[in-house]
Each structure stands twice: as C-alpha cells, then as structure tokens.
C-alpha cells in the first residue's frame, strides 16, 4: 500500500493567515484528495487534485480559500487562506493506489489546525 | 440518494464479545464498499471492503456482511479486543471520480 506523510502535523495559526499542507506520497498515484474532518465528525471531501488537470471542489469549498498544487504524482498542497476559528479542523489526504486496485484510497496521518 | 447512513453511533463490548456496526445506503450506483478504522490523532486506515457481488468477505477477526437486496451492509469483529476500541467508518464509492461517501461513523469502546 501507499505510504503517505504530511506536513506540518499540527500547527496552531492566527486569524487572517494562511496555511499550506504538504502531501506526499512514497509512489506515483494518479487521484489524490483532501478531506477534512472535525474532532468527532465523519469526514468531508474538499476537492480531488488530479496531476495536469485543475482541482474539483465539492459543494462548499472553493479555489480561493482552499488552493491546491499538484505538480506530480507524488505530490499535493493544500492552502487554506485567510483562516478563520471554523477552519480548525482536522485535513487529511488520501490517495487512490492504482497498484492494489482503482477502488483502495488510503490516507495520511492528517494534519490539525488549530486558528485562534 | 447519496447517503450511507450508519449505526449505531457509539458501542460498548466486552472483551471476547462480538461487535455489530451497521450501514444501510440507497444509491444502487454504489459498487465498492469499504470499511476504516480510525484511532485518535491517526488517519483512517482501510480494514476491510467488499463489492456488492459478494455477499460476505471475512479477514482475521473481521467479516463484512452484505446484503444486496435489502442495500444494507454490516461490519462483524469477532472475539473484540480493547485494542480495537476505535471510530470505524462505513464508505461507499461512487460515480468515475471515484469519491467516497461516508457514513457518520461509530465509537467503539471494548473494555478489558
């Protein structure tokens, strides 16, 4: 399976920064996503970073809050811009591995943001 | 349509017991049905999944239990152990984007 690491993995931040979220995954992959999941919740799909293409945000979520790069198969950011209280959370990304099967996504270890 | 509803919230075992989670969906598109497990401060970590032409999938002490017709399937850990006290996850994986819908998930506590 996938080995996937992210940076930082918690970070406390003030109001009105921004923060980028590291992903990196130890083989190529073609799907990548970003969740997020606050303390006790069930997790939400932010976008779907695929390499080439722009990122599809899912309802909620748009570009200018939550930029993404993904320049390669191994590798994704994710921003979260002009934070806010409600943007602590927890943000995960996942992988689809095309090695096990189209079907298997594993995930990082997350990253927790705390915004004061 | 989209949904994966699950239950029940949270769950109490006894060590060597048997734990039961539940998710039921409405979506006949859904066509991979995986289960996670999360421990605190970890990301979820795939346990176990089954597609909906099986009708029961079994790895170690954990067993998947499908049920096509009724569009309802079942997470079953035999003899439970406190290490398996976690938040599990019920997932459905939908359309060509390959996007997962969650249920809530549960809380399962084993105690010793």
């Known amino acids: 399976s996938a080995v996937i690491s992210q940076k930082p993995s918690r970070d406390i931040c003030q109001r009105g920064t921004s923060l980028t979220i590291q992903c990196q995954v130890d083989s190529q992959v073609t799907m990548m996503f970003w969740y997020r999941q606050q303390p006790g919740q069930s997790l939400t799909l932010i976008a779907t970073?695929?390499?080439?293409?722009?990122?599809?945000?899912e309802s909620g979520f748009v570009i200018d809050k939550f930029p993404i790069s993904r320049p390669n198969l191994t590798f994704s950011t994710l921003t979260v811009s002009n934070m806010s209280p409600e943007d602590s959370s927890i943000y995960l990304c996942s992988v689809e591995d095309l090695g096990v099967g189209t079907d298997t996504q594993y995930f990082g270890p997350g990253t927790r943001l705390t915004v004061l | 349509q989209q949904q994966v509803k699950q239950s029940p919230q949270s769950l109490i075992v006894q060590k060597g017991g048997i734990s039961i989670i539940n998710c039921a969906y409405e979506?006949?598109?859904?066509?991979?049905f995986p289960w996670y497990q999360q421990f605190p401060g970890k990301g979820p970590a795939l346990l176990i999944a089954?597609?909906?032409d099986v009708s029961e999938k079994k790895e170690g002490r954990f067993t998947i239990s499908f049920n096509k017709s009724a569009k309802q399937f079942s997470l079953h850990i035999m003899d439970s152990q406190p290490g398996d006290s976690a938040t599990y996850f019920c997932a459905a994986l939908y359309g060509n984007n390959r996007k997962l819908i969650w249920g809530l998930g549960t809380s399962l506590a084993v105690n010793p």
């Open positions: 979506n006949t598109a859904f066509d991979y």
């Open positions: 089954i597609r909906p």
């Open positions: 970073a695929n390499q080439g293409s722009e990122a599809t945000y």
